[in-house]
Nanobody
Framework: QVQLVESGGGLVQPGGSLRLSCAASGSIFSIYAMGWYRQAPGKQRELVATITSDGSTNYADSVKGRFTISRDNAKNTVYLQMNNLKPEDTAVYYC??????????????WGQGTQVTVSS
């Protein structure tokens, strides 16, 4: 069993910053890609950013230059630093991890989601 625990969401004014964290624990053999997705009310879930085990990153065009994804492999943790936040960034943010479980099966795991609200 693998658990993803997210933290760091909240209410922030436009132009402000937040840092999201997601720690993976449990029966993990190894982790491949880690990432963040978001879902705004009435919209489909969309990719925000991903990072591979060797540090290669990918960002949605809407967040390039404002968000930075990073990971600490020793802690099985992925971070999302969000700067210059805009009202359109308001959404529930979900952590996603592709990992081999204890039986070396490739699995896709999701966190419970954390609310980010950007409003004055």
């Amino acid at each position: 069993q693998v658990q993803l625990v997210e933290s760091g969401g909240g209410l922030v004014q436009p132009g402000g910053s937040l840092r999201l964290s997601c720690a993976a624990s449990g029966s993990i053999f190894s982790i491949y890609a880690m990432g963040w997705y978001r879902q705004a009310p009435g919209k489909q879930r969309e990719l925000v950013a991903t990072i591979t085990s060797d540090g290669s990153t990918n960002y949605a065009d809407s967040v390039k230059g404002r968000f930075t994804i990073s990971r600490d492999n020793a802690k099985n943790t992925v971070y999302l630093q969000m700067n210059n936040l805009k009202p359109e960034d308001t959404a529930v943010y979900y952590c996603n991890v592709d990992a081999l479980d204890e039986y070396k099966r490739l699995r896709d795991y999701w966190g419970q989601g954390t609310q980010v609200t950007v409003s004055s």
